[in-house]
């Protein structure tokens, strides 16, 4: 066979495009979530996580074991995320080899490495990267199980399995793309190694089944959705597997993205025509099938546990992009496969600045927020933030001096802590950002209306608002 000794530049590459700029944006809402839960002492935190949050806790361990040893700002924080998509390019090269040739998993290398959807996550203060490299290596030993049936592969499978269990409860659609490609290869499947496998990361997963079967309980609601919306949602992450963070307002655009390379992917997979590509297409779309089923049965599934959005999908975008790459490496005529190669890298390199600059969802200048509170508040002062979730960001970023009290207002509970802080200041800040969500009466304002003089206020981007109250008739 020819070999194609490519695949060092494509990660190299990949790498590159996942350092740029990866300290560049303040810390997001979630991401702040993610820097509050490692920083807690290992015990406290795997009871904050099974107790407030609904993810496992694989992700938030090694980030704190990562904190202790590389510090808390945020290029080192999201340095493993970016370490982990770089690591998962590696795994789709050696799952399309396995699956084609070289060149296919070369392919499909260079079209996840430009992927704006797997940069933006790898970028990310969350789990979603680690969930695409452990459970992109399970995908690839289960193929390699069904092919060869070596308990080596078995057992590989297992252990990355219960890694993806533990990185992100979205790793039971993986095992239910392996179930469907079960049912499609019966006849010829080693049924018996596969049950031994999942049943063993099953069994590793065990000691967290109550508390998933709690945050399960918890989150998931009982209104049915329809058939339209999950299959709008499974359209939409297909587009975004194939190029995310496109121009707003293009639905021409996207519609032809899924037509075309949707088309494609199903063209890939009649050329390679063989048995090792419908375990690909049986897992990775199976996983998609499962997913729009249970989006029929569970309306708000798609808000609350996240089931039916990209990100928590991207598990089914190694097999898709592999399909892709089959496409444009087996095409005939070539010159198709080039041009269908060259789309895709032309459309992911016109939406990675997208990625590097913005907009960014759950996103405000924190950092900016925080330096200006810094620099102008003074012993004596109070501050009071109205402000739901979003006080996490600035949490990260402001540490109040000695002798400044703060309040998180988060309800009317919370109000006497108010009072409190606007009798014994000498002035009081109070934060804003999204206020009705927590204040939906005002009461903290009208508190402060009532007793104090508006003397200073600030506006930052995103709704971030700053105003400072001194006593009614003070200097």
Known sequence: MRRYPWIAPVVLLGLAVRLFRLG?????????????????????????VARDDFHPPLYYVLLHGWRMVAGADEFWLRFPSAVFGTLSI?????????????????????LLALSPLHVFHAQDLRMYALLVLVGSTA?????QGVQRDRSGDWLAHALFLAL??????????????????????????????????????????APWAVVFAQHAFRTVPSEAAGLLLPLQQVAYALVAFTSDFLPPGTPLLKAGILVVFGSAAVYGALRLGDRRAW????????????????????????????????????????????????????????AVGWGLLAALVALNLSALPRVYYGPRPLWGPWRAVARYVAERV???????????????PLDFYFHPPDGVPVVRYGGRHDLPHVVGVVRQSRRVWLLLKQPEAVDPYGRVRGLLWSREDLVAQAAFPTGIRIEVYAPRGGP
């Open 279 to 334: 375990i690909l297409v049986a897992t990775s779309l199976g996983a998609l099938a499962v997913a729009a089923l249970v989006g029929m049965r569970f309306r708000a599934i798609a808000v609350g546990t996240n089931v039916l959005i990209p990100r928590t999908l991207l598990l089914a975008s190694a097999g898709y992009l592999v399909l892709l790459a089959a496409a444009v490496t087996r095409a005939r005529p070539q």
């Open 90 to 110: 590696g795994v789709v090269h050696r799952l399309g080899t396995e699956v084609a040739d070289e060149r296919v998993g070369l392919a499909a290398a260079l």
């Open 24 to 48: 560049a944006w303040d810390i997001g809402l979630d991401e702040a979530y993610s820097a509050h839960v490692a920083a807690l002492p290992l015990g406290d935190l795997l009871g904050f």
């Open 139 to 143: 995908l690839l030993f289960f193929v």
């Open 164 to 205: 993806a269990l533990y990185t992100h409860y979205g790793a039971f659609l993986l095992l239910a793309g392996e179930a469907v490609a079960v049912v499609a290869l019966v006849r010829s499947f080693p049924l018996r190694r596969w049950l031994l496998s999942v049943s063993a990361a099953l069994l590793a997963f």
């Open 378 to 392: 003074h012993r004596g002062d109070g501050i009071v933030v109205v402000s739901g979730f979003w006080a996490r």
